[in-house]
């Protein structure tokens, strides 16, 4: 299972990239593959600020739909409009073309509460 090391992680399997003050979050591999198909990302926090763990939008798959947390406070101040016409990019490149929005962050000390690579494999059990 695909968990690149330059990432951080969430308990509620969200990834963080962050370069600078902005964080650029999705979904990990084995969220998007416990999911299933994806057929649907809705974020309408767009230009919101808002604060770490609160829902910034869902994911619905075939069988099921999921609430998205933040990982970081901060304003969403990007969506990944691809996703409104081809969702399926969240299970085909999760880490890639199928990132869901940018945070400008609030509070850059909530990022060493994020997990590590070999934090959240261990959480997985990968």
Do not use: R
Request: glycine share 6%.
């Amino acid at each position: 299972m695909s968990v690149p090391s330059n990432l951080k992680y969430t308990k509620d399997h969200e990834w963080v990239s962050i370069e600078g003050d902005i964080a650029t979050v999705g979904i990990t591999h084995f969220a998007q593959k416990e999911l299933g198909d994806i057929v649907y990302v809705e974020v309408e926090t767009l230009d919101q600020t808002l604060s770490k763990d609160e829902v910034f939008g869902t994911v619905e798959a075939v069988k099921t739909v999921s609430d998205l947390f933040l990982p970081l406070s901060g304003e969403i101040i990007a969506f990944n409009d691809d996703l409104e016409s081809a969702p399926e990019t969240v299970n085909s490149d999760p880490y890639g073309a199928g990132w869901m929005i940018k945070v400008k962050i609030a509070n850059p000390a909530e990022i060493e509460e994020l997990l590590s690579d070999a934090s959240y494999k261990e959480l997985i059990g990968a």
